[in-house]
Structure formats: structure tokens, C-alpha cells
């Protein structure tokens, strides 16, 4: 698998993706695409609020509000970490939980880890479930249109036909209640990760009384000369690709997904530390070995991590000044959870420009507004940018409703009528077809095409609408084509 993107494959009317970090331009065209083909109707991504601050600072992006729901999630003093897509259908499931973020780099060009897991093996389906409750239980977090779009989206995996059979083989792990490292198999381990503390403290406390090896990318490591005096092993490989991956295991089972050799990702909670998820497999006969592309590295990794951990870097000042907050589009404007008197922007021709002040979470506008922005911002009294996607609630809950396209569907949308007219009027051509039949027995077959009423006759015969070929649709006489000029009521 080249990306975890490439799960997406069948029928879903659903799709919940989480992520760290996320690059909006490459998720609406390349992603969306993807999910579109799915016939997804229902998207919503979760984000890191700094990482999404970030992220729409980007100016091209196009269908954030409007084709899929944006908002951040904010559980703790840590990053909002995991990696999950949910694709759910009417009767079918699909759970793809990764190392992978939302990010050109993440889906193409990095070494990541992915664990997929379908509704149609019994193994799989407690965790399919647990993962559904653990989306559902962010929405305590999140804005009301969001809420509501993860409760559609989760709902049918209640009452999918098939019974959910706790049958051990795999494992839904996150850490709201309690840290990753208690999930994490027994006995000797063996763990990969790109990051790690530099001291290499969750590294000793995880060797416990076990024998720990840790893989590392030894071009890219950063550590202290502490890590690598730890107690336990230190193995340098050099791998195919840059290092993303996250995995810890035994002889017996094997745990992959978002968090790292780090205090933050494995011993604290999400109200402590970071939000994490991982996936645990019991690995048997027929399970495959773990065998990451790796080589031997001979080189003083040691040397070069140091040095690297040694390097300044950029300051997390403008990293963290950068937030995001909720706003939305309804009839009487724009709404947004902003303080009395909070200065909004928006985006013109040459740069950002004032907008309005905030009222009772309401926009004042300076001018009359001509049209809603997509994108607007505001500087808090501390002096935080924060960034808003102003989403069409209304519009985005349409699209969640509407169902895949079909001749009888887009009739529906197209005329007046309802689906139980369209079903009569088709058994009325039904019939219409079966009395040409009686008509023409005579007749021999022909597979010219009926001739068609001229304008000016004063009527037509059922032969003028019957399709040249089985399965066409009915053709459509000149008398009516001309006279009312293709009108969908006529």
C-alpha cells in the first residue's frame, strides 16, 4: 500500500478523518476526489487547533465549510495526535488507523505504518465499533453541525444486521481514560518511532524489567547522549524512506498507530499529554513478520543525534500564537464564538481587511455585505491569529442527506414530483411499451428508428416514444421537443 488513502474503495455515504497536521489544498483535490468516487456525501475532519490554525493561513482553500465539515479539537496541553478514517456505508464498515497525517508528505512520501480493518471480518468489528465511540465521544469538544454530522456517521454501525462478536485479534486503543503504555504488549519489546524524548525517559520506563530494542532512522534521530545510554538497545537502521511510523511489539502482538517514544505519547492521557489511537494485533501463524525496508547502518549515530538535538530551533512563539475558532453561515448572517467587540477580518484583494465587530456572537458588518467570506480571522487581546472557515450549515447538511445519483434520484431533484410518482409513471411507460408490442405484432421488428412526429401533427403514436433499442431511455417526439422547448414540467 503506498498510502492508507487507498483503502478508500466501495460504496460509503460516510467518511471521519482525524489528524495532527493537515494540508487543506491537497485534501480537497486529491482526497475529496477520491471520496467522491466512494459516493461519500457526509465528510468531517478533525484537526490539531494549532496545526489547523496553520493550515488555514493557507489561501487556497476552496470547499472547507461547504463540501465537508473542518473544526480542531483541543483536549489537553498535547497535541491532538491520532490518525484515523472511518468510512461508513449503509450496511458496511471500514477503519483505517495510521501513523499517516492529512499532509502531502504523510499519504505519499513518508515510511508510515497503517492497520486496516473491514466490517466483513468478525475480528474486526469491536474495534470498528470502539473507534466509532471514541469519535463520538471528541464531540463533547466541537461545534453543534459537527456533532450532528459525527452522530450520522456513527449511527449505522449500531445496526448493521450482522452481530458484533468480540472475537480477540484486534484492539481499538486510545488514551482518554487511561495511557497507551498499559495497552502496550508484555514481555520483551521491540519499538520504532521517529521521535523520541531526548533522554530517552519513556524509553526506560518502558524497558522496565524487559529487554527493549529501538529502532531508529539514523539519518534523521535527534537524542541526547543520555538516550543512548539508557537501559536498553539502540539499534540505527537506515530505512527506504523517511521515518513516520510508530510501532511496539512482541512475539505475540503487535500495536501501531499515532504515538510516539515520548512521555507525552505513551504515559499521560489526553487531558495530560497528547490524544493518541493505535491499533493492537495479536499476530499468529498466518499473520505476517514485522520487516520494516531497513539496512545496517555502521555510522556514529550517536555523534550526529546529539548534534542534531544540539541545533537551535525555530521558536515555538509563532507556532503557538496561531489558533482557530468556530463561525457559521445562516439566515440572519454570520455567527462566530467570539467575545463582544472581537475585530473580524476577511480576505481581499491585496491582503487581509476589516470586516465587522462581534455582537452577541453575531457579525456586525461594517458595509452591507454583498457575500459571505469563506475565510475570516481575528487578533485576540494577547495578540493570537486566530483563523475561522465560515460553514454553510444548511448546505452542508443537504449534502449529507442527498443520496447517490441515479436516473430515478436526479428525476426527483429535477421535477416536482416525488419518488412514488416517478415509480407510476414508470410502470405507465411500462405498459405503454407492452400495448406498442400488441400494436406491432403484424409488424415485422425493425431496428430503424422510429420516425418522429412532425410539427404541426395533431398527435402522436406510441412508436414515436419507444427507444430504438432495449434499456434506452424513451425518445422524445418533435411535437413536444419543439413546443415547449425541453421545459422538465411539460
Known amino acids: 500500500m503506498r498510502s492508507p488513502l487507498e483503502a478508500i474503495d466501495g460504496e460509503y455515504r460516510h467518511a471521519l478523518f482525524t489528524t495532527y497536521s493537515i494540508s487543506l489544498p491537497f485534501f480537497e ?12 456525501r457526509n465528510v468531517v475532519v478533525l484537526a490539531d487547533k494549532y496545526q489547523l490554525g496553520t493550515a488555514l493561513q493557507d489561501p487556497d482553500v476552496r470547499r472547507a ?5 473542518l473544526a480542531a479539537v483541543d483536549l489537553g496541553p498535547g497535541a491532538f495526535h491520532p490518525k484515523i478514517m472511518l468510512l461508513v456505508g449503509e450496511t458496511s464498515a471500514r477503519l483505517v488507523v495510521s ?35 471514541f469519535l463520538n465521544r471528541l464531540t463533547d469538544y466541537l461545534p453543534d453541525h459537527v456533532t450532528e454530522a459525527i452522530a450520522a456517521a456513527t449511527a449505522p454501525i449500531a445496526d448493521f444486521p450482522d452481530p458484533i462478536e468480540q472475537t480477540p485479534g484486534a484492539r481499538f486503543i486510545h488514551n482518554l481514560d487511561e495511557d497507551i503504555a498499559r495497552s502496550l504488549p508484555s514481555g520483551d519489546l521491540t519499538a520504532v518511532a521517529p521521535f523520541v524524548d531526548q533522554d530517552g525517559r519513556a524509553a526506560a520506563r518502558l524497558s522496565g524489567d524487559r529487554h527493549l530494542t529501538v529502532w531508529v532512522d539514523a539519518e534523521r534521530i535527534e537524542a541526547s547522549a543520555q538516550f543512548f545510554d ?3 538497545t539502540v539499534e540505527p537502521q537506515r530505512f527506504s524512506l523517511p521515518l513516520h511510523g510508530k510501532a511496539y511489539w512482541s512475539a505475540e502482538e503487535v500495536v501501531a498507530g499515532s504515538p510516539n517514544l515520548s512521555e507525552a505519547g505513551l504515559y499521560r492521557t489526553a487531558s495530560t499529554g497528547n ?10 501463524t498466518t499473520s505476517p513478520a514485522i520487516a520494516p525496508p531497513v539496512e545496517k547502518w555502521d ?7 546529539v548534534a542534531r538535538a544540539s541545533q537551535a530551533h525555530p521558536s515555538d512563539t509563532e507556532h503557538t500564537a496561531l489558533g482557530v475558532f468556530v463561525a457559521w453561515e445562516d439566515e440572519e448572517g454570520i455567527g462566530a464564538d467570539l467575545a463582544d467587540g472581537a475585530v473580524v477580518e476577511r480576505q481581499g484583494d491585496t491582503g487581509w481587511i476589516r470586516f465587522g465587530t462581534i455582537l452577541s456572537q453575531r457579525l456586525v458588518p461594517d458595509n452591507e455585505l454583498t457575500y459571505f467570506p469563506r475565510l475570516i480571522r481575528t487578533v485576540t487581546h494577547d495578540g493570537r491569529l486566530l483563523h475561522a472557515v465560515v460553514h454553510r450549515i444548511a448546505e452542508l447538511r443537504i449534502r449529507r442527506l442527498r443520496r447517490p445519483s441515479s436516473r430515478a434520484s436526479e428525476s426527483v431533484t429535477q421535477l416536482p414530483l416525488d419518488i412514488e410518482t416517478v415509480k407510476a409513471l414508470e410502470g405507465v411507460l411500462s405498459e405503454l411499451y407492452t400495448l406498442t408490442e400488441l400494436m406491432n405484432e403484424d409488424t415485422a421488428p425493425s431496428d430503424s428508428p422510429a420516425s418522429a412526429l412532425t410539427p404541426g401533427s395533431e398527435e ?31
Open 65 to 69: 465549510g461547504t463540501a465537508y465539515h
Open 29 to 40: 483535490h486529491w482526497v475529496l476526489p477520491i471520496l467522491g468516487r466512494s459516493n461519500v
Open 299 to 305: 555510522g556514529d549515530v550517536r555523534a550526529d543525534a
Open 99 to 133: 501513523s499517516a497525517n492529512q499532509t502531502v508528505s504523510g499519504q505519499l512520501r513518508n515510511l508510515e505504518i497503517a492497520t486496516v480493518l473491514d466490517w466483513s471480518i468478525t475480528e474486526h468489528r469491536g474495534a470498528i465499533t470502539d473507534a466509532a465511540q
Open 460 to 490: 402522436a403514436s406510441l412508436g414515436d416514444w419507444r427507444p430504438a433499442h432495449p434499456g434506452d431511455e424513451p425518445r422524445i417526439p418533435a411535437l413536444y421537443r419543439t413546443a415547449w422547448n425541453g421545459d422538465p414540467d411539460a
Open 275 to 284: 490524544c493518541e489511537a493505535a491499533i493492537s494485533i495479536l499476530l499468529g
Open 230 to 232: 539508557g537501559p536498553f
